[in-house]
């Protein structure tokens, strides 16, 4: 069992608790932070798989743009209600 | 009299494709031919049309595909008519975003609830440039490293959420985000158009690929992708200007 195995199973094992995490989250902001680990630790896979390429979009895309994008709707629904 | 003409096309067309597809070798009967030999063996080795031998990074040159990244020499030259496709699905997203949300330059941007400080302003600054340069260096090597207009132009918009999320009055110019997205797409286009004429393919490269590895070569696909990531980069730009900006009339 070399290192990348190890490296391999810690993060498949992370990946797998970090989804069940966001997915059973009560609150809505936490699952937006879980799905952007979730896309972070998602990116150290591909990169262990050597796909380098899937894993920059992942990283700029996913982690990145998608949670800006949540947390964005998040604020406005917020700032709906309290009106 | 019209509906006879579209009649009589339509049947010619279908007779023409028939005549075309039966007896011909690129269209084998199905189980008859093994397409890994033929399609991906084919872009790995860049001999689609002629074979140039055995591909050495930094000395060949002028091979069929000039791309020292495998995955760029079939989605910007191979399969450019499908990146087409895909750039024209992130438009109509970008459209459909800027239609529900009633986006307009007259718009007030929503409020953050914390004043930004001294440090968060200039740090910001600070990082956008770098975060701006790492985009136009991934977009920039897209033929030679992972990478290229989609997650290039996606660094560069992101830059810009970062001025949005620092700065309480920031606002970009959206008009002229408009514009460059407008003309990015269509300059696609006319390459594709060129690529026919000059060429024998839609899309097809028609400028010297030079050596494989050196930072001027593979054709068009510098161009493709420099124009893929400003229309990339303005569109998602637009799409967050679109979601920090809220309605002066409240519901």
């Known amino acids: 069992m070399t290192l990348t195995d190890i490296i391999m199973a810690v993060v498949s094992v992370l990946l797998l608790g970090i989804a069940y995490l966001a997915i059973s989250s009560k609150k809505l902001i936490k699952g937006v932070i879980f799905l952007s680990a979730l896309s972070m630790l998602s990116v150290v896979s591909y990169v262990l798989m050597k796909a380098p390429d899937v894993a920059l979009t992942e990283a700029v895309i996913g982690s990145g743009m998608v949670t800006a994008l949540f947390v964005f709707t998040l604020l406005s629904i917020e700032k709906g209600e309290a009106k | 009299m019209k509906n006879l003409i579209a009649f009589v096309l339509s049947v010619a067309l279908g007779v023409l494709m028939v005549l075309s597809l039966t007896n011909n070798d690129w269209f084998a009967q199905f189980g008859y031919v093994d397409l890994a030999d033929r399609v991906s063996q084919s872009y790995i080795d860049k001999d689609v049309t002629g074979n140039p031998g055995e591909i ?196």
């Open chain 2, 56 to 251: 050495i990074f930094g000395i060949t040159s002028n091979p069929e595909n000039g791309a020292a990244n495998i995955v760029t020499s079939i989605v910007v030259d191979y399969r450019s008519f499908d990146t087409l496709g895909e750039v024209t699905v992130l438009f109509i997203s970008a459209l459909g975003v800027a239609l529900l949300l009633n986006s307009q330059d007259k718009n007030k941007r929503l409020a953050l609830n914390f004043k930004p400080n001294f440090m968060l302003r200039v740090g910001s600054r600070a990082l956008f440039a770098i975060i701006l340069m790492t985009g136009v260096y991934v977009i920039l090597h897209g033929h030679l490293t992972p990478g290229g207009g989609f997650p290039g132009g996606t660094m560069i918009a992101s830059s810009i959420l970062l001025l949005y999320l620092a700065d309480d009055q920031f606002r970009t110019k959206v008009k002229g985000f408009k514009l460059l997205e407008g003309v990015a797409g269509s300059f696609y286009v006319i390459i594709g158009l060129l690529g026919l004429l000059l060429a024998t393919y839609f899309l097809q490269n028609f400028l010297p690929t030079g050596t494989v590895g050196d930072l001027l070569s593979a054709g068009v696909i510098p161009i493709v992708y420099i124009l893929i990531g400003l229309k990339v980069g303005s569109e998602i730009a637009g799409i967050i200007d679109n979601f920090l900006t809220e309605e002066e009339v409240s519901l």
